[in-house]
T-cell receptor, first 114, second 116 residues
Framework: RKEVEQDPGPFNVPEGATVAFNCTYS??????FFWYRQDCRKEPKLLMS???SGNEDGRFTAQLNRASQYISLLIRDSKLSDSATYLC???????????????FGTGTQLKVEL | EAGVTQFPSHSVIEKGQTVTLRCDPI?????LYWYRRVMGKEIKFLLH????????ESGMPNNRFLAERTGGTYSTLKVQPAELEDSGVYFC??????????????FGPGTRLTVL
């Protein structure tokens, strides 16, 4: 079983749609949670961190359910520029200045169409 | 400010040859990580340097892989001898070593390695 499981998609949605991605993680000791975005043949870039209380950044909302070991990302009013692969990422390390080893899901591909 | 840079961007070698990948982290970043994505699989952690010291090398696949970070600045990852299954994209990332909050890892553009 993979440590981080995601539906690979692709999710094809029209511009303006709301789309939700989910992922589950198996290591209950995971302490930090993130969504990264990766454009085709580019490097991953941090989209947002995910907190138990939920957090929002513009059109993006992330949620964490520690009991179910489940993370979600909601994108509202999808734009063409949102087309990318969204990577669910967890880290087992406690938030310190010592650095965190990241564990990635395979990613969910989103295609926003006109 | 310059981001993480990696060299080369692409490398095509034959099985049994040696390849050395280089990563230059963001200036001032003491944490340096190597990750790898094999086709069709997720990005996987290889190892982590704090300055010049190996903090965690649990992800290194075998002893054909050797990573160094002499002087705590740039890092090299050498594969010797290369095997077909080593093909993939090798990413380097760096982050600050300070404070108690999460320090974002910034990724380089990757080196695409093809072993024939």
């Amino acid at each position: 079983r993979k440590e981080v499981e995601q539906d690979p998609g692709p999710f094809n949605v029209p511009e303006g749609a709301t789309v939700a991605f989910n992922c589950t993680y198996s290591n209950s000791a995971s302490q930090s949670f993130f969504w990264y975005r990766q454009d085709c043949r580019k490097e991953p870039k941090l989209l947002m961190s995910v907190y138990s209380s939920g957090n929002e950044d513009g059109r993006f909302t992330a949620q964490l359910n520690r009991a179910s070991q489940y993370i979600s990302l909601l994108i509202r009013d999808s734009k063409l520029s949102d087309s990318a692969t969204y990577l669910c990422v967890v880290s087992p390390s406690i938030l310190t200045g010592g650095g965190n080893k990241l564990t990635f899901g395979t990613g969910t591909q989103l295609k926003v169409e006109l | 400010e310059a981001g993480v840079t990696q060299f080369p961007s692409h490398s095509v070698i034959e099985k049994g040859q040696t390849v050395t990948l280089r990563c230059d982290p963001i200036s001032g970043h003491d944490n340096l990580y190597w990750y790898r994505r094999v086709m069709g699989k997720e990005i996987k952690f290889l190892l982590h340097f704090v300055k010049e010291s190996k903090q965690d090398e649990s992800g290194m696949p075998n002893n054909r892989f050797l990573a160094e970070r002499t002087g705590g600045t740039y890092s090299t990852l050498k594969v010797q001898p290369a095997e077909l299954e080593d093909s993939g994209v090798y990413f380097c990332a760096s982050s600050l070593l300070a404070g108690s909050s999460y320090n974002e890892q910034f990724f380089g553009p990757g080196t695409r390695l093809t072993v024939l």
